[in-house]
C-alpha cells in the first residue's frame, strides 16, 4: 500500500506543476495587488529598503523615476496592471510609486518584480539618451508593449 502512495505523489505534483504553469502562461500578465510591498520616504531621490533585494539594474532604474516622472505618467504600463478592480495603476509611474505628497512618496516594489515595467522604463531611457522626444517614446513603448497595437 505503501507503495503505491510512494509513485502517486510525485506523479500528482508533476500534474499540478504541469497545470500551475499552463494556467500562469496566458496571454496577460496579471500580479496581485496586495501582494505589493510599499515603503514611504521623503522624496524620490530616497529609495527605499526592499530595492536592496534586486539586481543592479533594477535598483538603477528605480533611482531614476524622479527624471522620467512626467513622462511616465503618460505612459501606459501593458504588464496588466491599469486592469487591476481594486486599484488600477494610470500609468507607469503607478508601478514605481504608489502615492507621492508633500508629505513624501511612496515607494511599491510592483515593478521590480514585473519583467514588462522594468523594460518599459529601461526602453524609455534608451529612447530619451538617443533623442526621442516624449511623443516618440509614448509611441514606440505603444508599438513595443501594446499587444494589441496596430499599425
Keep these: 500500500m505503501k507503495a503505491k502512495w510512494l509513485l502517486a505523489l510525485p506523479t500528482a505534483l508533476l500534474t499540478c506543476g504541469i497545470v500551475l504553469v499552463a494556467c500562469g502562461s496566458g496571454g496577460s500578465h496579471v500580479h496581485a495587488t496586495n501582494s505589493e510591498t510599499w515603503e514611504q520616504e521623503a ?87 538617443e533623442g526621442k522626444s516624449d511623443e516618440e517614446i509614448r509611441q514606440l513603448i505603444e508599438q513595443n508593449f501594446n499587444p494589441n497595437y496596430k499599425a
Design 43 to 129: 522624496s524620490l531621490a530616497d529609495m527605499p529598503s526592499f530595492i536592496d533585494n534586486f539586481s543592479v539594474r533594477t535598483k538603477h532604474l528605480y533611482a531614476i523615476v524622479g527624471q522620467y516622472e512626467e513622462l511616465m505618467k503618460t505612459v501606459n504600463c501593458y504588464c496588466g496592471c491599469m486592469e487591476y478592480e481594486d486599484d488600477p495603476h494610470v500609468g507607469l509611474f503607478r508601478c514605481y510609486v504608489a502615492s507621492k505628497t508633500e508629505d513624501g512618496v511612496t515607494w511599491t516594489n510592483h515593478s521590480g518584480l514585473c519583467g514588462i515595467c522594468t523594460e518599459e522604463l529601461a526602453d524609455i531611457e534608451k529612447w530619451s539618451k
